[in-house]
């Protein structure tokens, strides 16, 4: 059995430095997999922002858009141009109202994993909620219902059964990051660790 392949020579210019292509698409959980209804789903935001928690149905009157991305995880596997079917992150902001001083935000999930991201990274326009990978509901492993798709840093920053967002005016620190990782997470400058 082979767990990863070589890359084409048009691959390789989208594969960072220190990644394997990996075959088939893993799932990297730390922990156990929430089992998370729709009928009870509850998305809440909280902190610098006036507080508010959407159902599904709020989240399923935003357009839905089909976005292609390549998926770096830290642990040196990646995958290029998964299909994903989601919401873009900017028209789900655009529903909140941001106090100016908030520059950091806190991903929160059900069963209480945490991700720090910085405002300007999760504000790029193509970052996602996703739904649907490559055209089937979102698994529960994978993320389902409903996960975050951050394309431009590490996978940790992509947050599974993401369940709310704090929104901070100083960076707080995530699972992850509280456990040695890079406060960023960057592919291609190797931001694997914090130093
Ligand atoms: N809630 C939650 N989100 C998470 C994780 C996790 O353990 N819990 N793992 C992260 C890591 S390290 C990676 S590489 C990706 C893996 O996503 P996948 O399992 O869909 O491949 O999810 C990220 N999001
Ligand atoms: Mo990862």
Redesign the pocket.
């Given at each position: 059995m082979k767990y990863f392949h070589k890359p084409s020579p048009e691959e390789s210019e989208k594969v960072p430095p220190g990644q394997h292509l990996a075959k088939g698409?893993?799932?990297?959980?730390?922990?156990e997999t929430?089992q998370v209804s729709i009928e009870n789903w509850e998305f809440k935001v909280w902190g610098l922002v006036k507080p508010a928690i959407f159902k599904w149905s709020d989240f399923l009157a935003l357009p839905q858009h089909e976005f292609t991305a390549d998926?770096?995880?830290?642990?040196h596997?990646s995958?290029l141009d998964v299909k994903w079917t989601g919401i873009k992150v900017t028209d789900f902001m655009s529903l909140l109202e941001v106090e100016p001083k908030a520059a950091h935000i806190m991903q929160h999930?059900?069963?209480?994993?945490t991700?720090n991201i910085e405002l300007n990274d999760f504000l790029k326009p193509e970052n996602f909620f996703a739904i649907k990978?490559f055209g089937e509901p979102l698994s529960a492993?994978?993320?389902g219902p409903i996960?975050?798709v951050i394309p431009h840093l590490?996978?940790?920053?992509?947050?599974?059964?993401?369940n709310g967002l704090e929104f901070l005016e100083t960076e707080k620190l995530g699972?992850?990051e509280e456990n040695g990782y890079h406060r960023r997470g960057e592919p291609w400058a190797q931001e694997r660790y914090s130093s």
């Open positions: 698409f893993p799932v990297l959980t730390y922990g929430p998926f770096h995880c830290v642990t596997w995958k999930c059900y069963g209480g994993y991700t990978l492993e994978h993320g996960r975050l590490y996978a940790w920053k992509s947050a599974k059964w993401i699972f992850w």
